[in-house]
């Protein structure tokens, strides 16, 4: 298995609101060291202070610096990193009233990063929509927004020739697989971390892109919702289960293996030439 040694250094994002699930850790930060490389896990700090000897991975870092954007018609904030010579992009779609200032998520679009995927972190909802709790589970709207996020890819020279994988969280997965279906020529591949593709599941069979749906061992429901939902999947489709891992992906080592799954996912299946995309009509 190909191992990552991650280093979540910069700023702490905005302090969430207590009801956004996703985002309920945003501001605390995990602490890594070891100049070799090597990480080692010292817990949650709030403490604004980085460990030492990090300048080093900084300096990476500083290759895919995020870059603010706006994104598709409806004009939502985006963070977009494009390393040097990226080989894909991932566009994230993440759930449960999250944003793009989601931890979890921009500790994964690091790491991506390093394997020379571009990310693409966006707001699903607006502030006015994310204020109704009912649009977070509105999967016809946040697919929709991730279709606009796709074909804005296509218009931006950064990103435009490059294949497109989705990774999706809870709700974001089924709102992932709905674009996925609506814009098959240019995805490629799917993931899902803790993901509710049980949501999309009128859309599954229809599913063109190889799709990944990876579950914690102890998210007990959610993982046999996976389950399911793989069986109605006609593509290539594989459940990964992370030992011992809740919802949340909280534990030792948990979140480091969902990126190594999802990276190996997104290499394995995103071509080096994709080719030209088809006009929209």
């Known amino acids: 298995m190909r191992t990552f040694h991650l280093n979540p250094a910069g700023r702490p994002f905005a302090a969430p609101q207590p009801e956004r699930l996703e985002d309920a850790e945003d501001g605390l930060r995990l602490r890594f060291g070891g100049h070799d490389g090597t990480h080692h896990r010292h817990g949650f700090s709030r ?29 939502m904030s985006g963070l977009l990193r494009v390393p040097t010579s990226a080989r894909g992009l991932v566009a994230f779609a993440h759930g449960s009233g999250s944003s793009r200032f989601s931890r ?7 790491a991506l990063g390093r394997v020379r995927l571009a990310t693409l972190l966006f707001d699903l909802l607006s502030d006015a929509e994310a204020d109704d709790r009912r649009n977070v589970f509105d999967i016809a709207l946040l697919g929709s ?10 218009t931006e020279p950064s990103v435009a020739a490059l294949p497109i994988g989705l990774f999706g969280a809870s709700t974001g997965a089924a709102a992932a697989l709905v674009a996925a279906v609506e814009r098959p020529a240019p995805v490629f591949a799917v993931v899902s971390r803790g993901g509710r593709p049980d949501l999309a599941a009128e859309c599954l069979p229809r599913v063109h892109a190889p799709t990944l749906l990876i579950v914690g061992g102890a998210d007990y429901g959610v993982i046999e919702l996976n389950r399911d939902a793989a069986a109605l ?22 979140l480091e293996e969902v990126v190594d799954r999802a990276a190996r996912w997104f290499l394995d299946h995103l071509p080096a030439d994709p080719g030209p995309r088809p006009p929209r009509s």
Not at 62 to 68: G, V
Not at 104 to 110: G, L, P, T
Not at 145 to 154: F, K, L, S
Not at 233 to 254: D, K, M, N, Y
């Open 145 to 154: 927004r991730m279709v606009e996020a796709i074909d804005w890819a296509a």
């Open 233 to 254: 999947l006609r593509c290539e489709h594989s459940v990964a289960i992370v030992p011992g891992a809740t919802h949340l992906f909280e534990e030792h080592g948990a």
């Open 47 to 75: 403490a604004g202070r980085p460990p030492p000897r990090e300048s080093s991975v900084r300096m990476t870092m500083a290759e895919i610096r995020p870059r603010e954007v706006r994104v598709g018609a409806s004009g």
């Open 104 to 110: 979890r998520n921009n500790f994964v679009a690091a």
